[in-house]
């Protein structure tokens, strides 16, 4: 049985430690709410924007007219992981990794074996987790969540879609954790290019949506259809950012529950030990005094 005061002490640990998780909670519940506002606000117009331009991809008549929508064989595969650039957010962070692997070995196995699936991470741990697994990191970009805001997103987006019109790309995939409430987030993996055409259209491909292009295509295609994924990247980047807190937040919650609940048992253990040691007191000064008469 453990001594008085290494009870003591523990209990003295718990409660530090759960002084830290309770701080951390209110720290991350404070950028819930500031991340969360920013979300709620751009996915109305973003989710619109991604309808629209799914129409306007699929109606366009030609490769030409179209350089965001050509559907290649996927020879060459980029997969954009989004994850944290800090832990304590529960599986938050393990999923998109998971993910990751999942799609490669379900999805990309052969072009992995020839080694043409590269990983670009956006956040710090989900390239730390695979890397772990033995996977390379073509590149990594922690800095991204610095200053998280469109001017500063929009320069890795033209990256992306340039190494795609290259084709040092033939598909570009999103994987990330879009913010549902603060106590859940759905897995993501999405298609960014090329384009996917809208889920009825491959269904129906003889429903197609007539547009009238105003000033002209080539406008839509050079200006808007850019602009657009700019936004749906910036999108994902916010609904991770969501996401992370609110994963943090749970967990901090659920850390700082599990910590009072050890002190409430430690302090338990701690007041039945000292009733023991008083009792064996007790009992050895009746018998010294017994001893004497």
Same mark, same amino acid.
């Given at each position: ?17 759960? =002084? ?15 991340? =969360? ?10 989710? +619109?924007?991604?309808?629209? #331009? ?15 929508? @050509? ?28 993910? @990751?692997?999942?799609?490669? &070995?379900? &999805? ?35 800095? @991204? ?6 001017? $500063? ?8 879609? &340039? ?5 040092? %790309?033939?598909? !570009?995939?999103?994987?990330? /954790?879009?913010? +549902?409430?603060?106590?859940?987030? !759905? ?13 009825? +259209? ?15 295509? $080539?406008? !839509?295609? /050079? ?5 657009? *994924?700019?936004?749906? %990247? ?10 992370? $807190? ?15 609940? #050890? ?5 338990? $253990?701690?007041?039945?030990?000292? =009733? ?6 007790? *009992? ?10």
């Amino acid at each position: 049985m453990a001594s008085l005061k290494e009870i003591r002490t523990r209990i003295t640990s718990v409660s530090s430690t759960r =002084q830290i998780t309770s701080a951390m909670k209110m720290v991350s519940a404070a950028r819930l709410r500031k991340a =969360q506002d920013a979300i709620l606000q751009l996915r109305p117009y973003a989710n +619109k924007l991604q309808e629209i #331009l799914s129409d306007i991809s699929a109606s366009l008549d030609n490769n030409d007219d179209n350089v965001y929508g @050509v559907e290649r064989n996927p020879e060459k595969v980029l997969i954009v992981a989004i994850s944290s650039n800090r832990g304590l957010c529960g599986g938050f962070n393990a999923a998109i990794s998971k993910k @990751v692997v999942q799609l490669i &070995e379900e &999805e990309y196995p052969e072009q992995f074996a020839a080694g043409k699936v590269d990983i670009i991470t956006f956040g710090k741990k989900a390239g730390d987790l695979l890397r772990f697994r033995k996977y390379k990191i073509k590149e990594a970009h922690p800095e @991204v969540f610095d200053e998280l805001d469109f001017e $500063h997103v929009a320069p890795y987006v033209e990256n992306l879609m &340039e190494r795609y019109l290259s084709g040092e %790309f033939d598909r !570009i995939d999103i994987v990330y /954790n879009q913010f +549902k409430n603060a106590a859940s987030q !759905i897995l993501t993996r999405e298609q960014f290019l090329p384009i996917p055409p809208p889920a009825e +259209k491959k269904a129906q491909k003889e429903n197609k949506s007539e547009y009238l292009f105003e000033p002209s295509k $080539h406008f !839509i295609v /050079n200006e808007l259809i850019p602009r657009s *994924l700019k936004t749906q %990247f910036y999108k994902a980047l916010l609904d991770s950012n969501a996401a992370e $807190h609110g994963a943090r937040m749970t967990a901090m919650h659920k850390a700082t529950d599990n910590a009072t609940e #050890l002190i409430r048992e430690l302090k338990l $253990h701690y007041n039945k030990a000292r =009733q023991a040691a008083i009792t064996n007191e007790i *009992l050895e000064v009746v018998g010294g005094a017994e001893a004497l008469t």
